[in-house]
T-cell receptor, first 113, second 113 residues
Framework: DQQVKQNSPSLSVQEGRISILNCDYT??????FLWYKKYPAEGPTFLIS?????DKNEDGRFTVFLNKSAKHLSLHIVPSQPGDSAVYFCAATYGGATNKLIFGTGTLLAVQP | DGGITQSPKYLFRKEGQNVTLSCEQN?????MYWYRQDPGQGLRLIYYSQIVNDFQKGDIAEGYSVSREKKESFPLTVTSAQKNPTAFYLC????????????FGSGTQLSVL
């Protein structure tokens, strides 16, 4: 049973346009969500997070939206840049438990110059 | 520069052989983790440790063993009991349990000869 799902394995966008990466979850106990970015042959790096008490969190070009009723979150990148090309993982946990982080399968974003 | 160092970057295992993956961190983090990534799948937790000389099984601990004799080091042994060891292995750390932001190493790709 996959509790965190990223249904789009890949996404291609033009440089300067908006990239929207989606993530769905099934466990209503999740109260903290994170996005990680991963380049090939490297470890993931933390990008942005959101608590379930919020519905939006913004950091520069990156914004995460949380829709608790739909159990859905999305990552918006505006404007997209070629250096954003990477695999993006969403992850979720509850009770502040890092050992309970559940990762999605990732979405490969390709930003075309 | 503070960070997490994993070695080797590539490792080959023969049938029936145990191999050990190294993970060292100089971030002074209390908690350390081992994850496994398979193609098309999210990261899955193998083992984690919140403090020296203590560690707990994650979701897929069978066929693996760990030790935590020093705060800085958390080696993972892939034993011969692990029948499908080919994967990308990621070590991570976090300051304290309850801080959801993981810091990852660059990973070790393990393949079976």
């Amino acid at each position: 049973d996959q509790q965190v799902k990223q249904n789009s394995p890949s996404l291609s966008v033009q440089e300067g346009r908006i990239s929207i990466l989606n993530c769905d979850y099934t466990n209503s106990m999740f109260d903290y969500f994170l996005w990680y970015k991963k380049y090939p042959a490297e470890g993931p790096t933390f990008l942005i997070s959101i608590s379930s008490i919020k519905d939006k969190n913004e950091d520069g070009r990156f914004t995460v939206f949380l829709n608790k009723s739909a159990k859905h979150l999305s990552l918006h990148i505006v404007p997209s840049q070629p250096g954003d090309s990477a695999v993006y993982f969403c992850a979720a946990t509850y009770g502040g438990a890092t050992n309970k982080l559940i990762f999605g399968t990732g979405t490969l974003l390709a930003v075309q110059p | 520069d503070g960070g997490i160092t994993q070695s080797p970057k590539y490792l080959f295992r023969k049938e029936g052989q145990n191999v050990t993956l190294s993970c060292e961190q100089n971030l002074n983090h209390d908690a350390m983790y081992w994850y496994r990534q398979d193609p098309g799948q999210g990261l899955r937790l193998i083992y984690y440790s919140q403090i020296v000389n203590d560690f707990q099984k994650g979701d897929i601990a069978e066929g693996y063993s760990v030790s935590r004799e020093k705060k800085e080091s958390f080696p993972l042994t892939v034993t011969s009991a692990q029948k499908n060891p080919t994967a990308f292995y990621l070590c991570a750390s976090s300051p304290v349990q309850g801080n959801e932001k993981l810091f990852f190493g660059s990973g070790t790709q393990l393949s079976v000869l």
